[in-house]
């Protein structure tokens, strides 16, 4: 498996400031069934690393359908496709700063690493996994730590320069903000309060927590600013119909688990 890293990513336009994921260079890489993880000290961030090595094992994976195909034993083609020169061998058990591991017989990818962000003055470091097979283009970003997937991210937006170190980072802290935000809504309503529907909307390219909170009458639902609890406005009666369908629609599948 051959993994040839890229250069320096260059700066994005406009003068953003970029923040470099927390991690460092070094990284080793464990390939299974293989005795030994493959490090670099150099070129490990996922900024620069996460897209060669996916390519790379993907080829490999695509290697390894292709023997077996014509009668290569799976195990002994596992052994040819995952040979790299690109990185000295250690011993397992080592930390590392960043961490990948690639099953070239179950086709996956893991990417263990940590970001860091600032989000509206709140400075976090925190660990996420990132977790995908090789022949899908969906990945999923994980936090280990509570054991919750915080987002699926398309392979596209992980081939973007920097996206690691500043687009998921910010997306990820931004996410582990309104879950705690509304965790905190949550201990604060009561068993018998009224009913409330949460939102994420795209509001003229920004992300707006919204909402919908039935009256203490049960008759109307407000339109509730999530960033300030204040009330905007009152759903249209001609909504409230559909609305309530589809909640009975929900409702009922819990039932039926």
Known sequence: MSVVASGPKSAPAGGTRTEKSAGGGAAGVEIAGFPQILFTRTFG???????????????SFNTIERLCER?????????LSGRDSSFSLVARGLAHDNGYAVDLEQGTLLAQTRLFAVVSRRTSFFKVEITGNL???????????????????????????NFFSATLAQEC??????????????????????????LILTVAGNRVPVILRQSEEG?????????????????????ESPLGAVIQSIKERFEQK
């Open 45 to 59: 961030d996922p900024d620069m690393l996460f897209v060669p090595l996916l390519d790379a094992a993907r080829e």
């Open 71 to 79: 009668g290569e034993k799976r195990e002994s083609a596992v052994l």
């Open 135 to 161: 022949n899908e283009n969906l990945f999923s970003v994980r936090n280990p730590v509570q054991n919750m997937v915080i987002m699926q991210v398309e392979e596209e937006r992980l081939r973007q320069p």
């Open 173 to 198: 802290l931004r996410t582990q903000m309104e879950q705690e935000r509304l965790s905190r809504i949550e201990e604060s309503i009561g068993a018998q309060s009224s009913q409330e529907i949460h």
């Open 219 to 239: 008759r109307s639902w407000d339109i509730v600013d999530g960033r300030g609890q204040e009330r905007i406005a009152t759903l249209a009666p001609e909504f």
